[in-house]
């Protein structure tokens, strides 16, 4: 399962819309490996005014690899991310995850080129 879901978040959706704050919660307290990584980038990339910063670690294990995986695969999660912070993501693999000012175009096409795709796999991302 990709979230641990309240009851209260599940009768709001059961009810109509559901509150982004209260989704994003939902991802934060559900998949905290991910959670802490795209903080960390956003935090990063606002401290130095880039117009990205990425991830290039490895998780540390299966279940934070599949946190990530899950999260970023999820356009609901990562639309409300994305509003949360005021950032684009993006996502090359088991572990480069990217977030990148709204403003930043140029280099969020870059980052999502089949060319930069290929230039970052290597051997050991094979089974991420």
């Not at 641990?4 to 009810?15: C, E, I």
């Not at 540390?60 to 993501?89: I, N, V, Y």
């Not at 572990?95 to 290597?122: C, K, M, W, Y």
């Amino acid at each position: 399962m990709s979230l641990t879901v309240s009851k209260d978040l599940l009768d709001q959706a059961r009810a109509g819309e559901v509150d982004d704050e209260a989704f994003v919660a939902c991802v934060r307290d559900s998949l905290p490996y991910a959670w802490a990584v795209i903080t960390e980038l956003v935090e990063r990339r606002e401290r130095t005014g880039a117009e990205f910063a990425d991830n290039t670690v490895p998780p540390p294990d299966e279940q934070a690899r599949g946190q990530l995986l899950r999260c970023l695969a999820s356009d609901s999660m990562r639309g409300a991310l994305e509003r949360h912070f005021g950032m684009r993501l993006a996502f090359q693999n088991c572990h480069r995850v990217a977030v990148f000012d709204p403003a930043a175009t140029g280099a969020l096409a870059e980052f999502v080129t089949a060319r930069s795709q290929i230039l970052n796999q290597s051997p050991e991302l094979v089974d991420c």
